[in-house]
C-alpha cells in the first residue's frame, strides 16, 4: 500500500486492506483490495484454468449468511485464474457475508464463507464515530484552509496511546507552523519539518542524541507516527497544538473517548517560537497539551517523555 492511501469513497476502518484472504474447496484465494461503505473490490486467484463456455467462478453476497447464486452474484467475464471483481450497491454500516461459487460441467461448489462490514455512509458521520483507521476528532469549517464545499472532510485520532517518547531534539527549532487560528493539515506539515531536520540538518541524531543535548535519548514523536501502520493506513502524522485542542474539547472534555490526565501530557508537533517569552535563541521547546489542565497547551522541554497520539486527513 502506497503512503498517504487516499480514495474518493473512504476506506473501511475494520479491514486491514488485502491482508484479508480465504481459501475454497476449489482452491480459490480471494484478498479485499478496497472496501467502502457501498462497495468491495475483491482480488481472485484461482488454480481453475480452461473453463468451458457454460463454467463460471463468481461471488455471492447477502446480509443475512449461508449466500447463495440466489441472492447477489457477481459473475468473472475474464475467465482467468487471476482476477478482480468489484461489487456495487452494497448497504452501508452492514455486516455483509461474501463466499466463493464456482459452476463447473454443471456442479455448483460454494467457498468458505467470510465477513466483511461496511463503514457508515459519509453524510451520517459525527465526531466520536470510528472511521479510517481512527475516532473522528473534527470536521472542517468553512474558517478553514482545508473546507471544501460539499464535501466531507476532517481528521481522526488513533484510538489509543501509540506510544511514550521524547518530542526531538531539545535546543533547536526544526521550522514548525506555529499556532493559528484556522486548521489545514499542520500536523502532517511540522511532521514533515521535524523529520527533514533531524535526518539532514543533525548528524545522526539516533545514534549521538546528546549533539542537542545530554537528556535527549535519540527517540522522536513525530518519527513514531510518521512510521505507524494502523487500520490499513500508513499515513499519519503527530498532530498539530491546534488538532490537539480539538481532540481535548472534542473528545476527551465530552467523554467520547478519554485521555490521560495530569500529571501526563500529550506532544503535539508545534514548537514555541524562537525567542518566545523568556526562552532565548536555540533553546526552543514544543508545545504538549494536558488533558485536564487550565491552560490547553504548554512549551515542553523537549527532552521529556510524554504521550504520543497520532492523526491522519480524510
Not at 466483511?116 to 473522528?136: A, C, M, R
Not at 478553514?144 to 517518547?165: C, K, M, R, W
Not at 494502523?230 to 474539547?249: I, T
Request: hydrophobic residues 35%.
Amino acid at each position: 500500500m502506497q503512503k498517504g492511501l487516499t480514495q474518493k469513497i473512504l476506506v473501511c476502518l475494520f479491514l486491514s486492506l488485502g491482508l484479508l484472504s480465504l481459501k475454497s474447496a476449489a482452491q480459490t484465494v480471494v484478498k479485499v483490495t478496497s472496501l467502502s461503505y457501498n462497495y468491495a473490490v475483491l482480488a481472485v486467484e484461482t488454480e481453475l484454468s480452461n473453463l468451458n463456455p457454460n463454467d463460471f467462478l463468481g461471488i455471492c453476497w447477502n446480509v443475512s449468511g449461508s449466500p447463495t447464486m440466489q441472492d447477489n452474484l457477481v459473475i468473472d467475464t475474464t475467465k482467468t485464474s487471476s482476477f478482480e471483481i468489484t461489487i456495487n450497491v452494497l448497504p452501508a454500516n452492514q455486516l455483509i457475508y461474501f463466499r466463493t461459487v464456482s459452476l463447473i460441467d454443471g456442479q455448483t461448489t460454494y467457498g468458505n464463507i467470510f465477513t466483511l462490514e461496511t463503514p457508515v455512509s459519509p453524510e451520517n458521520l459525527k465526531i466520536g464515530d470510528f472511521y479510517q483507521g481512527g475516532i473522528i476528532a473534527y470536521f472542517y469549517t468553512d474558517k478553514d484552509s482545508n473546507y471544501v464545499e460539499d464535501e466531507l472532510h476532517g481528521f481522526v485520532v488513533s484510538p489509543t496511546d501509540i506510544a511514550i517518547s521524547q518530542w526531538g531534539c531539545h535546543g533547536e527549532h526544526t521550522g514548525s507552523r506555529a499556532i493559528r487560528n484556522k486548521l489545514g493539515r499542520d500536523g502532517a506539515y511540522n511532521t514533515k519539518k521535524i523529520l527533514a531536520y533531524h535526518k539532514h540538518i543533525l548528524s545522526n541524531f539516533a545514534e549521538f542524541p546528546k549533539q542537542c543535548d545530554p537528556r535527549n535519548d535519540g527517540s522522536i514523536a513525530a518519527y513514531i507516527c510518521d512510521t505507524l501502520t494502523l487500520g490499513g493506513f500508513e499515513d499519519w502524522a503527530l498532530p498539530s497544538v491546534d488538532e490537539m485542542a480539538h481532540v481535548r474539547f472534542n473528545l476527551h472534555e465530552n467523554d467520547v473517548l478519554k485521555f490521560r490526565e495530569l500529571p501526563d501530557f500529550y506532544w503535539t508537533s508545534t514548537e514555541e517560537r524562537e525567542g518566545f517569552r523568556f526562552l532565548q535563541r536555540g533553546n526552543t521547546n514544543a508545545y504538549a497539551t494536558r488533558m485536564n489542565s487550565a491552560v490547553v497547551s504548554l512549551g515542553t522541554p523537549k527532552f521529556q517523555k510524554g504521550y504520543v497520539r497520532a492523526v491522519r486527513y480524510f
